[in-house]
């Protein structure tokens, strides 16, 4: 992984897309709100690299839902280089009709237009993305001191000259199957997997 970015969105709001000629497939940001708005199996595929038969989204509500009650409020994203690829992973929160969930996607860029992709080398990455709150997520990519003195230790054994990504990720797991609560307390209180 070469040329690691960090950027948080501030106030980042988008609203579902009325037709597919809205669609601007050259941005990480504009395939999530694509994916979003799909409300045809064509439209579903445009915006992921490996195409499908079927899909669970129910495309006959996307069509009918008011762009006011079904958005993606954009909250975090990685951006790296790996294998000549460019890649990103946003974080999320998907809101539907007053429901609010945590997301996370892993974006990849070919040629000139973004895709959403299924890479199982990201999966424990987008898992951290989607299950920890956004503040705590900016601390550790930044490496800033927190209020949670076991967050902090792992941070501090895990930064040498560049930050340890895999060594951060691994303490966190760890930390999460032992049901430490001082690390749950920086778990995104909308996540999906509670």
Same mark, same amino acid.
């Given at each position: ?16 897309? =009325?037709? $597919? @000629?809205?669609?601007?497939?050259? +941005? %990480? ?6 994916? /979003?708005?799909?409300? !045809? ?15 669970? =989204?129910? $495309? @006959?509500?996307?069509?009918?839902? +008011? %762009? ?6 954009? /909250?975090?994203?990685? !951006? ?37 992709? !299924? ?76």
């Amino acid at each position: 992984m070469k040329n690691l970015r960090v950027f948080r969105y501030n106030n980042t709001i988008l609203p579902k897309l =009325q037709s $597919f @000629e809205e669609v601007n497939s050259s +941005s %990480p940001e504009g395939i999530i709100q694509s994916s /979003l708005s799909a409300s !045809s199996m064509k439209w579903y595929n445009y915006n992921i690299e490996v195409k499908r038969k079927g899909s669970t =989204q129910d $495309f @006959e509500y996307i069509r009918k839902i +008011s %762009p006011k009650k079904f958005y993606d409020e954009l /909250l975090y994203k990685i !951006s790296f280089e790996t294998n000549g690829f460019e890649y990103a992973i946003i974080k999320y929160y998907f809101h539907n009709n007053n429901k609010i969930m945590s997301y996370s996607e892993v974006m990849k860029k070919i040629g000139s237009r973004w895709f959403i992709v !299924s890479e199982p080398n990201f999966f424990e990455l987008t898992f951290f993305m989607m299950m920890v709150d956004v503040n705590y997520i900016d601390n550790i990519f930044k490496g800033v001191i927190t209020n949670n003195k076991k967050l902090n230790n792992i941070i501090s054994k895990n930064k040498m000259d560049v930050l340890d990504l895999n060594g951060i990720l691994f303490d966190l797991a760890e930390g999460f199957s032992n049901g430490d609560k001082d690390l749950e307390k920086i778990l995104d209180t909308k996540r999906i997997f509670k």
